[in-house]
């Protein structure tokens, strides 16, 4: 059963009720630290604002339709015994081909009005990883990366070799014009206006398997506007993407270049491995400490081996969506849905 987050809530009240007078166990309401509790899956579309009434009706329901969409896409995975490996490339896939989100399907372009798509993969098991930046005709960069990890000898591969790599392991060759949309195109004629662009949407994904281990991954088209070649932190293993079964599986969303500066998804891992603070503290530190302390905002989704979900965010909100081990669904778009810390 897919719910919003306010109906989630209502809910899990009603179910402690009866768990009480019954006695049988219920599944944890969010605490208020923002963490949620028997989490197998999360996924996120981005941080930013989206306040209500900044979009209609049918834009909400697109909205949230995209997030159930992945969120059943990698339950069903884990559900049916198999990887967070696997779990987070299905999930990421459907967002990639959605075009309401800033990866695959509705990136943003570039200065010469092109689309360049990274994306990276983290195994927490073996802390194996695979990653692309600069990727101009595969549909799926997640998909890809993964390649990358299970069929190279290398962890990131870019631009022109990464797309032939792509050729080479049978990738179906995607033309640009598949990027395309209008939306995107409206954004980088107004950024070369000058006027500020909405470039947020990258999307992510974390997830905790039977076995209980973790892993992570993220896509992006990027900025909007930026140049030619630029790559920022989602294809960085360590920076907008990590995962770690003993600690964290955590993607990134924001500046991309103060997240790398920052180091900012290992140093969460780090905080719990090395500070032992709980995923809900690590989290907070980096997104809503250090990397303002950077000059920038951001948010992440952050899951631990216990199933304990952070989403933490220095942006008024983040888009973002989870499945419990019982499968019920969880989707929120609004500023006042996910709390900051």
């Not at 470039?199 to 896509?219: C, F, K, N």
């Not at 081996?305 to 019920?328: E, F, M, Q």
């Amino acid at each position: 059963m897919a719910v919003s987050r306010p109906h989630a809530l209502r809910l899990v009240a009603l179910t402690a009720l009866l768990g009480a007078i019954t006695g049988f166990a219920v599944p944890s309401a969010p605490t208020g630290s923002g963490a949620v509790r028997e989490v197998v899956l999360a996924v996120h579309g981005g941080a930013g604002s989206l306040p209500r009434g900044s979009i209609t009706p049918d834009q909400e329901k697109a909205y949230r339709t995209a997030l159930e969409k992945a969120l059943r896409a990698g339950y069903t995975v884990i559900r049916g015994g198999g990887s967070s490996l696997d779990a987070v490339e299905q999930a990421v896939r459907v967002l990639e081909d959605d075009p309401n989100f800033n990866a695959g399907k509705g990136a943003v372009f570039n200065t010469d009005g092109e689309h360049e798509l990274d994306a990276s993969i983290m195994n927490g098991r073996d802390l194996r990883s695979g990653a692309v930046a600069g990727v101009h005709n595969t549909r799926n960069p997640i998909s890809l990366a993964r390649l990358v990890m299970e069929r190279s000898k290398h962890v990131l591969m870019a631009g022109r070799g990464a797309d032939a790599f792509a050729l080479q392991s049978g990738v179906p060759y995607t033309t640009q014009d598949y990027f395309f949309t209008q939306r995107r195109w409206d954004a980088l004629i107004r950024a070369k206006g000058g006027q500020a662009a909405d470039t947020g949407g990258t999307v992510g994904a974390v997830a905790l398997d039977r076995d209980r281990q973790l892993a992570a991954a993220t896509s992006t088209g990027g900025l909007t506007n930026k140049l030619v070649g630029r790559v920022g932190d989602s294809p960085i293993i360590g920076a907008g993407t990590y995962a770690d079964s003993k600690t964290v599986a955590i993607s990134c969303t924001g500046t991309g270049e103060v997240f790398i500066r920052g180091v900012a998804a290992h140093d969460v891992s780090a905080l719990i491995d090395y500070a032992r603070m709980p995923v809900e503290r690590a989290a907070s530190t980096v997104v809503n400490d250090k990397i303002p302390a950077l000059g920038a905002t951001g948010g992440a989704i952050a899951l631990d081996p216990k199933g304990t979900l952070a989403t933490p965010h220095s942006t008024p909100g983040i888009i973002n969506g989870y499945v419990t081990r019982d499968g019920t669904i969880v989707t929120r778009l609004y500023d006042d849905e996910t709390p900051a810390r």
